[in-house]
């Protein structure tokens, strides 16, 4: 039987990516979930939100199939529900919210519930023989200190709901594995993609950059040396294909993480500063000052005075911005054997952050955060 692969978040900041890999590098047949919602489905369109050629080849083995993940079946169409347990052998699960400030409810009908219903489709496909589901190094929440790949549960809490809804989604899926092939990978904080410094989805530490364009950043939370471990889409996504497509490991879990070579707190500010000023050289000329790498404590009490200023704009930033910033107060290192070991060339070809970071930084202001495209 030929490869057919369903993708969830096919269009998301590395499911497209993944997407288009997988057009561009094998000859299997996608099958794009996208939200009922959301973009057109005519595949013209989806294969130019690829970055990819329309030819007739893309698309023949396209098939776009609308639906919500938070749904009994995915909310497809019966027909289409039918045609894919009868027809799908590989899933890979990339539908979330990257939303650090949602409540935990709403978290967990997008990340754990739609994982759910995922896992339930795959149980039902007839032909099924691998499941990837990408998941987050974070989910370690409040630990500290080495994190280990096997390593899942534990009691220390946890930062956001984001963390604590992917951690429960992998806690589910435990329960799937007599059912098919589950491999997990936990992804370090995606920046942009290494080449060209696009951004196709702004999150928490992009904000804190436009923080500190807007001379709004007067504290972070954490210590100086604390490594902010940011890798580029574009690296990430063809780890995941590596590991997926060409190594898959039934049962095993990846750190895809940039490691200890990654800026430490002090370096972002500090280069952040500077590619701005690169970037914008009138903004160099507010002289806004950096700023100060303060404890947990001081940042709240900075957080309360933002709030009590009752500015909207200001306090929908700054929340945003809270969720993720408190992460800088619980250091650690992600353990990477079960990676190495299957891609022992990783690290010598990861992509040095002090290297695109500039280029991300120029994205950024050249989209104004994406409200530019």
Partial sequence: MNDKILITGG????????????MQKTKTDIYLLIHEQGSSSARENILSLLSLPINKEFRDRLKIVKGDVTKPKLGM????????????THIIHAAASTRFDLSIEEARKINVSGTKNVALLAKECSHIRQFGFLSTAYISGKR????????????????????????EAEILLKDFSKDFPISIYRLSTVFGDSKTGKVSHFIAPHQA??????????????????????????????AILDLYWKNFKPNQTFHITHGNKSFTLKEIVDESYTQLAVADPEWSLRNYPKPAIVSGEAFDLFMNSATAANNPIL????????????????????DRSNLIAVLPNYEKRLPPIQEYYSKVIQYCIKTKWGKIQ
């Fill in 77 to 88: 169409e019966k027909a289409e529900y039918q045609d894919v347990v009868a027809n799908i």
């Fill in 209 to 238: 950059v436009r923080m500190m364009y807007l001379g709004l950043a007067s504290m972070l939370p954490g210590t100086s040396d604390y490594s902010v471990d940011l890798i580029s889409s574009d690296y990430t996504a063809g």
């Fill in 315 to 334: 306090q929908k930033t700054l929340n945003a911005l809270n969720h993720f910033a408190h992460q800088l107060l619980y250091p650690k290192m992600f």
């Fill in 144 to 167: 500290t200190g080495e994190i280990k790949e096997k390593e899942l549960e534990h009691t220390t809490g946890f930062v956001n709901t984001y963390e604590q809804s992917k951690y």
């Fill in 11 to 22: 269009l998301g900041m590395i499911g497209r990516e993944i997407s288009s890999l997988l």
